[in-house]
Every structure is written in structure tokens, then in C-alpha cells.
């Protein structure tokens, strides 16, 4: 029997960061991210209904999605949100699902789900296990500073426009904290994940 493992965390606490860990132990990781960046590549079904739902205002001049500033709308303005969700998280939870079938047919038993807003979109339901990545606001703003290169106040305004992580705490399996080194995290990811393995 497969295992699906939800990873999941808080803007920049460091699911990226602990997906590689999983990779580098030979456990396939499927990034939502990246599947949902995909779907707005031009000529896909979601660039189409964006399309046809926000017209050519947010295209660049080349035609292509301006990612952007779609994401400035959809930070800025809830209704978009949900119009850009709604197109989107369905097709992201189809090329999941999918996903893991075809890992499975490959023989995988531990398949890990890179999703943020596990919880927000119910997508722990379809997980065995779900894991959050905590880091503290501090460091999690400091981090998301540093790699977005984004204004303290945007970073933060980010932070705050997402659950807060004690509601997601609350929700997950497991705890891994990247509070500290990226070594520790290590230490601790390994426990976890070894704990897993012998239940
Ligand atoms: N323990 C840590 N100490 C210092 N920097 C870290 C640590 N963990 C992650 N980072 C850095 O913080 C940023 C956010 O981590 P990332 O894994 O991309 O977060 P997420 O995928 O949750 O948004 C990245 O630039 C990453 O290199
Ligand atoms: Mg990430």
C-alpha cells in the first residue's frame, strides 16, 4: 500500500527546503507549485479561462500570462482569488492524482505531496499523513524578505493574508521545525521520518 505524505507550512518556513530532503532520500515529491505555475503556460486549458475571465489585461506583451500580476490581483482582490482558485485547484488535484498512479504503477510506497495550502484546500483529505514545516514569524519573515527580495511590509502582509501556523499546527501529524540550522532541521526530519517508517 502506498503512502501519501502532505507537506505542507507557512509562506518561506521551508517546504521547499524539506522537500529536498525527501528527494535526496529517493522519495518522489509532487510540487503543486509548480504543477499550478504550469497551468497558466500559454495554450493550456487554464491560460484559456483566465483568459476569457480577465481579458488580455493580464498578458504581457508577448502574450503570456503575466504572472505577476495576476498574483498581485489575486493577493489585492478576494473575489479574484476565488476566481483564479476555482480555475486552478481542480486541475492541480487531477495532474495529482494522476500523478500518483503513475508512481505507483513504478512500485513507489511513500510519495510526498509538496501542497501550502493543504489545509486551506482540503487536500489533507487525500493524504495518509500530513507534515508542516514550521519556522518562526521572525525567521519566516526574514526569509521571505531575503529570497523574494520583497519590502519587510509586503512580506508580511503575505504572512498575515495566510492561516496563521498555530491553526495549522494544530491540523498536522507531524511538526518539523526549521526554526533553527538547516542541519537541525536535517536531525529532526530524519527522526520523523524514520518514526514514521516503523509505525
Ligand atoms: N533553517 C534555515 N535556515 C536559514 N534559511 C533557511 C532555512 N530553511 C530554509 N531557508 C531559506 O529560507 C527560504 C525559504 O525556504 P523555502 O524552502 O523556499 O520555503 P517554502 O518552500 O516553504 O516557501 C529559502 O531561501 C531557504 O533557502
Ligand atoms: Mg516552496
Known amino acids: ?17 524539506v522537500s529536498k530532503m525527501f ?3 529517493d522519495i518522489p515529491v509532487i510540487d503543486t507549485d509548480k504543477i499550478a505555475k504550469s497551468l497558466l503556460n500559454k ?3 487554464a491560460f484559456q ?12 506583451p508577448n502574450g503570456e500570462i503575466n504572472r505577476k500580476k495576476l498574483a498581485e490581483k489575486l493577493f489585492h482582490d478576494e473575489k479574484t482569488r476565488q476566481t483564479i482558485n476555482a480555475i486552478i485547484h481542480p486541475k492541480v488535484k487531477d495532474i495529482v492524482r494522476r500523478e500518483i498512479t503513475r508512481l505507483e504503477s513504478y512500485g513507489e510506497t511513500l510519495i510526498v ?3 501550502p495550502l493543504l489545509f486551506e484546500t482540503d487536500f489533507h483529505q487525500e493524504c495518509d499523513v500530513t507534515w508542516l514545516v514550521f519556522a518562526r514569524q521572525k525567521d519566516q519573515l526574514e526569509r521571505l524578505v531575503e529570497r523574494d527580495q520583497i519590502s519587510e511590509d509586503y ?9 496563521p501556523m498555530s491553526k495549522k499546527k494544530a491540523l498536522a501529524d ?13 536531525k529532526a526530519f530524519d527522526k520523523a521520518l524514520e518514526r514514521m517508517r516503523n509505525q
Do not use: C, H, P, Y
Not at 507531524?174 to 536535517?186: A, F, G, P, Q
Open 43 to 45: 495554450g493550456s486549458e
Open 1 to 17: 500500500m502506498v503512502k501519501i505524505i502532505g507537506l505542507t507550512g507557512g509562506i518561506a518556513t521551508g517546504k521547499s527546503t
Open 155 to 163: 512580506a508580511m502582509k503575505k504572512i498575515k493574508a495566510q492561516w
Open 23 to 25: 528527494k535526496e532520500r
Open 49 to 60: 479561462e483566465i483568459l476569457t475571465e480577465f481579458g488580455e489585461t493580464v498578458l504581457t
Open 174 to 186: 507531524v511538526v518539523i521545525d526549521n526554526s533553527k540550522s538547516i542541519l537541525e532541521t536535517r
Open 113 to 115: 505531496i509538496d501542497v
